[in-house]
């Protein structure tokens, strides 16, 4: 069964720490994404990797893909109350188009 | 330009009802996903269509989950006979068919 599994489920950390979210996935994989949702609203996209060793950055976040280790990171960088949402990683297995999700990093900032 | 969109919003509906929940996607893109969404949950996928075909059926639960999508744009997902457990918030994506999947801001379905 494939699985999409992130860690933690929920942070709480203070304004200007970094931290790190970490999402493994148990299947070969050429995408990984991360979505961002604030309560009551759809998912923003906020990054697609697309191939081994890819990084990318966008302000205060940074993500990455290991796709040997099926392991993504999401890094924030000194972090700020606007950042406060849920950070979903998803998967689209090989040779589709269908997207598993993981359950979620609920991340809280406070001052 | 305008995004995906979905209606209605909400839907409150009694167990055993009939429910058509509606997406529009972006205007030119060729794929359009179905999710759902349980509280404190990551989406689950549902069903996927490339132009008017379902590519992809495998995440539709069981057979009161039906879906269409007649002239390769808009796309109906139909429910019949819910149950309580069907309550949850459904999301529509649209993409271009490359890779990129935009989504709109859901239906919440509340089954009584």
């Known amino acids: 069964e494939l699985k999409v599994e992130q860690n933690p489920l929920f942070l709480s950390m203070q304004e200007g720490k970094n931290y790190t979210i970490y999402c493994n996935y148990s299947?070969?994989?050429?995408?990984l994404y991360w979505y961002r949702q604030d309560p009551g609203k759809s998912l923003e996209s906020l990054f697609v990797?697309?191939?081994?060793?890819a990084v990318k950055q966008e302000g205060r976040l940074m993500a990455s893909l290991d796709t040997k280790a099926r392991l993504s990171t999401l890094h924030i960088t000194a972090a700020v109350h606007d950042l406060s949402a849920t950070y979903f990683c998803?998967?689209?297995?090989?040779?589709?188009?269908?997207?598993?999700f993981g359950t979620g990093t609920r991340l809280q900032v406070f001052p | 330009g305008a995004g995906v969109s979905q209606t209605p919003s909400n839907k409150v509906t009694e167990k055993g009802k009939y429910v058509e929940l509606r997406c529009d996607p972006i205007?030119?893109?060729?794929?359009l996903y179905w999710y759902r969404q349980s509280l404190g949950q990551g989406p689950e996928f549902l069903i996927y269509?490339?132009?008017?075909?379902?590519?992809?059926d495998s995440g539709l639960p069981n057979d009161r989950f039906f879906a269409v999508r007649p002239e390769g744009s808009v796309s109906t997902l139909k429910i019949q006979r819910t149950e309580r457990g069907d309550s949850a918030v459904y999301l529509c994506?649209?993409?271009?068919?490359?890779?990129?999947?935009?989504f709109g801001p859901g239906t919440r379905l509340t089954v009584t």
């Open positions: 998803a998967v689209a297995p090989y040779n589709t188009d269908k997207l598993i």
């Open positions: 205007s030119g893109h060729t794929a």
């Open positions: 994506a649209s993409g271009t068919g490359s890779y990129e999947q935009y």
């Open positions: 990797l697309l191939s081994n060793g």
């Open positions: 269509f490339q132009g008017t075909g379902a590519a992809d």
């Open positions: 299947t070969t994989s050429d995408r």
